[in-house]
């Protein structure tokens, strides 16, 4: 059975950099598929970060573009969420994922962890 | 970007009642990759729909995705009481994927 699990700080200061790793058991990452993020403020919506395939092709989310960047440890079957600058703005939900392809198989998504920015 | 509105933002039925809900593109979905999430409180998304029809594994038959290009629905024929919740349309088609804003479903 696919499973992933985030793990990173849950607080964050003002105009740091804010970092999740993400661990997927049950399937290997150079298996195939895309891997992704995805966040969620509180009581808002969801917001696609971007995804990742094993050999490094990546696409963001143009609107953080900017201050985000993935990579993925084959090694130990992670990857892993970089995003710099962050503000309160930045407070959500952040969830990993083997998101819905349009190739089918099944999605998989980590149960989620809440990072806070605040000083 | 392909902006996905949904409509409408809250629906207030009772058990037993028909559920629709809609959709609406900003462009046409590639290949109807359009899919259907259902998020209960405290919970990660869980895939209802994909390919705008296709029922993921062990969803209910009370559950139905339809349309294509630009207007997509999800109906629900006989609301249970576990499906009061948040219902998101996603398009996977294009870069970057995208979320409508959400369909709150409560109980009447």
């Known amino acids: 059975q696919v499973q992933l699990q985030e793990s990173g700080p849950g607080l964050v200061k003002p105009s740091e950099t804010l970092s999740l790793t993400c661990a997927v058991s049950?399937?290997?990452?150079?298996?195939?598929?895309?891997w992704g993020w995805i966040r969620q403020p509180p009581g808002k919506g969801l917001e696609w970060i971007g995804s990742?395939?094993?050999?490094?092709?990546?696409f963001y989310n143009p609107s953080l573009k900017s201050r985000v960047s993935m990579s993925v440890d084959t090694s130990n079957n992670r990857f892993s969420l970089r995003l710099s600058s962050v503000t309160a703005a930045d407070t959500a939900v952040y969830y990993c994922?083997?998101?819905?392809?349009?190739?089918?198989?099944?999605?998989?998504w980590g149960q989620g962890t809440l990072v806070t920015v605040s000083s | 970007e392909i902006v996905l509105t949904q409509s409408p933002g809250t629906l207030s039925l009772s058990p037993g009642e028909r559920a629709t809900l809609s959709c609406r593109a900003s462009?046409?979905?590639?290949?109807?990759?359009l899919a259907w999430f259902q998020q209960r409180p405290g919970q990660a998304p869980r895939l209802l729909i994909s390919?705008?029809?296709n029922r993921a594994t062990g969803i209910p038959d009370r559950f139905s995705g339809s349309g294509s290009g630009t207007d997509f629905t999800l109906t629900i024929s006989r609301l249970e009481p576990e499906d009061f919740a948040v219902y998101y349309c996603?398009?996977?088609?294009?870069?970057?994927?995208?979320f409508g804003q959400g369909t709150k479903l409560e109980i009447k």
């Open positions: 462009q046409s979905v590639s290949s109807s990759y």
């Open positions: 390919a705008a029809s």
């Open positions: 049950g399937y290997s990452i150079t298996s195939g598929y895309y």
């Open positions: 990742i395939y094993y050999t490094g092709n990546i």
């Open positions: 996603h398009q996977y088609g294009s870069s970057p994927r995208t």
């Open positions: 994922a083997r998101p819905i392809a349009p190739s089918g198989g099944a999605d998989y």
